[in-house]
């Protein structure tokens, strides 16, 4: 089994039920391959850096997994069919990965997912959570 990540742009015309149904689509499709899903993400609506098919907008997907190159051609050939996605890539992050090693990356994006934002690394900024913002009938009241 390899390690792959793959990221995809959907169109941002899409709903909600078609953005799920993609996603799902592309589980089921690493999991009946025997595959392992070691972090999906929605990244949500993003400006592309150009026009994708006359879309300036789209909807990115980011999927990490342990398969085979039989579930990538699978995956990207779903791609090609559905309109809905503009543009994926896949790339292959690791030549062979196994149960331990996956086990270990789970539980590793498992791990950034449940950091709560106040023990993350600031870089040495310093960093003011107290923001106080004034509208403008607060403003006329002065």
């Known amino acids: 089994m390899r390690r792959y990540e793959t990221i995809f742009i959907i169109r941002p015309n899409a709903g909600d039920e078609e953005i799920n149904r993609i996603i799902e689509n592309?589980?089921?499709?690493?999991?009946?391959?025997?595959?392992?899903?070691?972090?999906?993400?929605?990244?949500?609506?993003?400006?592309?850096?150009?026009?994708i098919?006359?879309?300036?907008?789209?909807?990115?997907?980011?999927?990490?997994?342990?398969?085979?190159?039989?579930?990538?051609?699978?995956?990207?050939?779903?791609?090609?069919?559905?309109?809905?996605?503009?543009k994926y890539m896949t790339i292959k992050t690791a030549d062979s990965i196994n149960g331990e090693e996956i086990a270990q990356a789970v539980a590793a994006a498992e791990q950034k997912k449940t950091v709560p934002a106040d023990d993350q690394e600031t870089d040495g900024a310093d960093v003011d959570d107290s923001v106080e913002i004034e509208t403008e009938d607060e403003a006329d009241e002065e």
């Open 26 to 51: 592309t589980r089921q499709i690493i999991l009946d391959e025997k595959g392992t899903i070691i972090e999906l993400n929605k990244w949500g609506m993003k400006k592309l850096a150009y026009s």
């Open 53 to 86: 098919k006359k879309e300036s907008l789209g909807f990115y997907v980011f999927c990490d997994f342990a398969g085979t190159p039989a579930a990538v051609a699978e995956i990207e050939r779903k791609f090609r069919i559905d309109d809905l996605v503009l």
